[in-house]
Nanobody, 120 residues
Framework: QVQLVESGGGLVQAGGSLRLSCAAS????????MGWYRQAPGKQRELVAF???????NYATSVKGRFTISRDNAKNTVYLQMNSLKPEDTAVYYC??????????????WGQGTQVTVSS
């Protein structure tokens, strides 16, 4: 099994910054894409940012220029640096990773979520 553990969420004022981290552990052979999603109350979960194993990134239009996704393959960890935060960024942020294990093969895994609240 693979476990994803997120950290770094919290309460911040508009214009502030937060850095989220997500570490994958378990019987991992390899990790393909890793990403961050978010879900605000009453809304569907949406993709925020994604990074391939080779470092190619993709961002939601709403966060381009403000958020930066990165990863440390040696540590099986993905980061999300969030700058110039806005109240509309308030949501639960979830880490996602496509991992390959001996038992399960290739499948997607989710973290438990971390709350980000931006006050105006």
């Amino acid at each position: 099994q693979v476990q994803l553990v997120e950290s770094g969420g919290g309460l911040v004022q508009a214009g502030g910054s937060l850095r989220l981290s997500c570490a994958a552990s378990g019987s991992i052979l390899s990790i393909n894409g890793m990403g961050w999603y978010r879900q605000a109350p009453g809304k569907q979960r949406e993709l925020v940012a994604f990074i391939t194993s080779g470092g190619i990134t993709n961002y939601a239009t709403s966060v381009k220029g403000r958020f930066t996704i990165s990863r440390d393959n040696a540590k099986n960890t993905v980061y999300l640096q969030m700058n110039s935060l806005k109240p509309e960024d308030t949501a639960v942020y979830y880490c996602n990773a496509g991992a390959v294990t001996v038992v399960a093969g290739s499948r997607a895994y989710w973290g438990q979520g971390t709350q980000v609240t931006v006050s105006s």
